[in-house]
T-cell receptor, first 111, second 112 residues
């Protein structure tokens, strides 16, 4: 299987919460990231979490990390049309190790 | 000034052409990266530079040649590319090697 896995699509209603899930295999990952990519654009860093933390909150975003299960999630509260994008989960070990990405989850917002 | 810039934003080239992609970071970072994003694969790390020294080359074909003349600039020189090299090429930088990476907008490359 892939090193980092995500569902390809998630559809939610405007105003609801979105939860995007990610699993990874490398237990030596030091940091885990969520990036957002809008059409025709590069990757925008949304948030990150250090591997010894289990939760981080930043305004509408909540990241949960279950290190035992190697599971990371991103919750977006009160989802808006502007949240429509591809969300990438990524991990790094540090040093010369670059980021290893999942394939991205397309977040689709229904009115 | 935007943190990481890339030029050109779009590029169309024939298989016999030679072109270069440019990346510039205005963040005072010491490490820079090239990634390839193609339609059917996850983002792939291509090259890593730290303090202008290449520290990682992920089995990238020699038709891609990186250059890092200083810590603010990174180039990707392209020659005799194949149609399967068509992709979005993303540059990123981080304060130190392995640190949080910030990405540029990418160069959309089409090889005919």
């Amino acid at each position: 299987g892939e090193d980092v896995e995500q569902s390809l699509f998630l559809s939610v209603r405007e105003g609801d919460s979105s939860v995007i899930n990610c699993t990874y295999t490398d237990s030596s990952s030091t940091y885990l990231y969520w990036y957002k990519q809008e059409p025709g654009a590069g990757l925008q860093l949304l948030t990150y979490i250090f591997s010894n933390m289990d939760m981080k909150q930043d305004q509408r975003l909540t990241v949960l990390l279950n290190k035992k299960d190697k599971h990371l999630s991103l919750r977006i509260a009160d989802t808006q049309t502007g949240d429509s994008a591809i969300y990438f989960c990524a991990r790094v070990r540090g040093g010369a190790d670059g980021l290893t990405f999942g394939k991205g989850t397309h977040l689709i917002i229904q009115p | 000034e935007t943190g990481v810039t890339q030029t050109p934003r779009h590029l169309v080239m024939g298989m016999t052409n030679k072109k270069s992609l440019k990346c510039e970071q205005h963040l005072g970072h010491n490490a820079m990266y090239w990634y390839k994003q193609s339609a059917k694969k996850p983002l792939e790390l291509m090259f890593v530079y730290s303090l202008e020294e290449r520290v990682e080359n992920n089995s990238v074909p020699s038709r891609f040649s990186p250059e890092c003349p200083n810590s603010s600039h990174l180039f990707l020189h392209l020659h005799t590319l194949q149609p399967e090299d068509s992709a979005l090429y993303l540059c990123a930088s981080s304060q130190e090697l392995g640190g949080t990476q910030y990405f540029g907008p990418g160069t959309r490359l089409l090889v005919l």
